[in-house]
């Protein structure tokens, strides 16, 4: 099996070390940035979900319709809309743009923001509870050739039934991410790809060998797996260090002059693992790199892989023989940066897995 490459398109350009300029809903950079991304290679693009940003559904349907393949990988909040609602929604965007939605699941780990929506679930293993039933829902809901009924802890369905339901019987792909013990059990039982946060080798190697043991416990096959990175590229080694370190010196500036300095530990275990491991340094294998992670207190996905893109891509070559088939890969200087893995990363990769596979890559038209 190849590897896949999804990239990130933001609402406006910005990032932990560019500062917003103009509104939060720059239509001429989502425009731009999402056919870069078709341009220079990458399968699929993230939108991401917070409280307080614009619609990532409607802004992912804008994507789909000024760009031909780029798949759109859209991040959802499971318990403000109607399971059955919401299982339309995406069929629906499936029959116009056939295949090229995905679906990335946040329970949610920051109880502060997630009030700002309304919830009123404060315990964490419940929400997840919660995320277990609406996936089993949203299924039904796709697939069900009958009316069917459900009754549940937080949804109650009767009749429930949809004329729309997503092409080849089973659904879009869901991704689910997280590290406490609650997201695991929902991965083992929902994912289609369970996503993390770039890690360790060790700490990868980990997590999928938990998500794997999840998925036996209900019967299922393990799912794919997807790791995220903030590659930093340059000519040589040397220069690429020196642009980490002026990224970090960024970074901690933009948050002096934002007053976003972080101050309390982080709600999420993704955040809390990414910090134990820059606690114990900010280099780790080969070219793994913690600096940002520790500046922003690991917000987000924050790792970098830091050296040339022969370097970046022989790392990233490693998660491929733990069993990692996706790469999520955005840069600190949005459009750039993804111009640049698409010129001298993705293919150096693409090249390395068909050497390893005897397999020849044909590039989608």
Excluded: C
């Excluded at 990130?8 to 103009?22: C, D, I, L």
């Excluded at 056919?35 to 939108?47: S, T, W």
């Excluded at 089993?136 to 949804?155: K, L, N």
């Excluded at 370097?311 to 733990?322: F, R, T």
């Amino acid at each position: 099996m190849t590897v896949e490459f999804i990239g990130y398109v933001g609402n406006h350009n910005s990032s932990e070390t560019v500062a917003r300029a103009g509104g939060i809903l720059d239509r001429d950079h989502i425009e731009a940035v999402a056919k870069a991304h078709e341009l220079v290679g990458f399968d699929r693009v993230l939108l991401a979900f917070h409280s307080w940003t614009p619609d990532a559904l409607q802004i992912g349907q804008h994507i789909a319709s000024v760009t031909r393949r780029l798949g759109v990988f859209v991040a959802q909040r499971p318990g403000f809309t109607a399971p059955t609602v919401f299982a339309r929604q995406f069929a629906t965007l499936d029959a116009l743009y056939p295949g090229r939605f995905s679906l990335n699941i946040i329970t949610g780990g920051d109880a502060a923001e997630l009030a700002q929506d309304g919830n009123e679930i404060d315990d964490k293993d419940s929400r997840y509870a919660r995320t277990s039933e609406f996936l089993d829902v949203v299924r039904q809901e796709w697939t069900a050739t009958a009316p069917f009924d459900h009754e549940g802890r937080f949804y109650r369905v009767r009749g429930g039934f949809s004329q729309v339901r997503p092409a080849g019987g089973r659904g879009l792909d869901i991704f689910i991410a997280g590290a406490s013990d609650a997201a695991i059990a929902v991965a083992g039982r929902h994912a289609d790809v369970f996503a993390l946060w770039g890690e360790t080798l060790e700490g990868v190697a980990g997590l999928l060998d938990r998500v794997r043991a999840a998925a036996a416990e209900n019967g299922r096959a393990a799912p794919e797996f997807s790791v995220s990175f903030r590659p930093i590229l340059a000519e040589t080694e040397a220069a690429a260090w020196e642009k980490a370190e002026g990224i970090r010196a960024k970074a901690i500036a933009l948050q002096a002059k934002a007053g976003t300095a972080r101050t309390a530990p982080p709600p999420n275990e993704g955040s809390r693992r990414l910090l134990d491991i820059a606690a114990k340094g900010s280099r780790h294998d080969k070219v793994l790199w913690t600096g940002v992670a520790e500046v922003t207190g690991a917000k987000g996905n924050s790792t970098a892989l830091v050296g040339t893109p022969d370097q970046v891509a022989d790392a990233l070559m490693d998660y491929y023989d733990l069993g990692v088939r996706k790469f999520l890969v955005r840069g600190f200087d949005p459009l750039s940066d993804a111009i640049q893995y698409g010129r001298e990363l993705i293919p150096r990769v693409h090249a390395l897995v068909a050497a390893r596979t005897g397999r020849v890559r044909v590039a989608a038209e």
